[in-house]
């Protein structure tokens, strides 16, 4: 399948070849950054204190990505390594997964814009000023 992007050349949006996806699962910095993000997406589409847009960013992009997933999944899953297949299953259900039900409010949006920095008194903690979309452990 092929998209028209403005003017531009055609997009392929073809699911990739298991050969594809099993050398990107080999490629361990790259299979640890599409896990982290997987997990980050899914924490910003159920953060009740992220902006609204983000939220539904990040949905869009979960059910995008999950799509496409299960369609390389079918198509290539028998070129796939073991490896490979263990990886790409970790994202789908590190992406679809139901929120945490005993996590916290991140302390949200709204603190920033009225004082410029956020003051956790349960950790004590305190978040540089500057904009933010959701919520970061390294913020």
Do not use: Y
Not at 3 to 14: E, M, N, T, V
Not at 65 to 80: F, T
């Amino acid at each position: 399948r092929q998209a028209q992007a403005s003017g531009r050349a055609p997009i392929d949006l073809a699911p990739p070849s298991g050969r594809d996806l099993s050398r990107a699962a080999q490629d361990a910095p790259r299979a640890e950054a599409v896990l982290e993000l997987a997990k980050l997406v899914n924490d910003l589409a159920h953060d009740a204190d992220a902006m609204a847009v983000v939220r539904a960013g990040a949905r869009a992009f979960i059910q995008e990505a999950s799509e496409a997933l299960r369609a390389a999944e079918q198509s290539s899953g028998r070129g796939l390594d073991a490896v490979a297949k263990a990886h790409w299953a970790a994202v789908l259900e590190a992406l679809t997964r139901p929120p945490d039900r005993d996590s916290t409010s991140t302390g949200g949006f709204l603190p920033f814009l009225l004082f410029g920095e956020e003051a956790r008194e349960d950790t004590g903690s305190f978040h540089r000023p500057g904009l933010r979309c959701g919520h970061s452990p390294w913020l």
